[in-house]
Every structure is written in structure tokens, then in C-alpha cells.
């Protein structure tokens, strides 16, 4: 790969996490990190967008939401979890093991090139707002 390819695409996924913070500005306040990676909480549901060119032309914004985090692993957890998945439209619904519980995560990744700023917030808006309902689910139940 080229320097200027390599630049090139720097800026395709650059432009797209752009175009995510305008669009989630509309609902969210938004920190831009040093690596340009987009973080914001939803409720009480951090999330963060990251934005990768796959190939030249296909840029994809992948939206990760922990929605719940060190919650005790009770034998059924795992059951609620893929039962919930199997509801949802948006995003996958998952489970990361550790030492102290489990990690729910929800995470979403399309290729938004092209898409205007409505549509855009209003699909990254329906990912983060299941994350936000499933962890209200889950951690009542």
C-alpha cells in the first residue's frame, strides 16, 4: 500500500467519524479521543465508534455499547443473554467472561459511507438505545 493510498484512507474513515459526531451530537454529548475514536454514555451505557476502511471504497463505523459489566454469572445469565439476542434487530449481543462476572457488550458495525446525518444518528441512536433497554432487562431480571 501506497503513502498516499495509506493517507487516503485515513481520511475516509476520519470523514466517517466526523459524520457519526455530527449525527450523535444530536442526542449525545460526544468526546473525540486521541485516536479519534468517538466515546459517550447513554444512560448508564458507555459506548464508543470506531470507523476502519476494510477495503479501498468500504469503510465501516463499528459502534461497541458495555452494557452491563462484572454481573454474576448465575447459570441462567447465559440463557437470558441469547434469548434477548434472538429479539433484537440491532446488533450482537454478547458475552465476555472474567474474573469478576461477565461483560455484556452489544456491538453494531455497517458501512455508513453515504448515509446524511438524520439516518446516520438515527441508526447509531436505535443500536445505542437497545443497549441502553437490554441492560434494563437484564440486570432486573
Known sequence: MSNEKGTASCTSARELLE???????????VRVDDDGSLTFQHSDVPCAVQAVELVEGLTMLSLTCVVAWDVVDDGELAERVATRAGQGLFGTLGIVRTERGADLMLRYAFPAAGLDSVPLGTLLMLVVSTASQVRGELLTA
Open 19 to 29: 459524520a457519526a459526531r455530527t449525527a450523535l451530537e444530536r442526542f449525545q454529548d
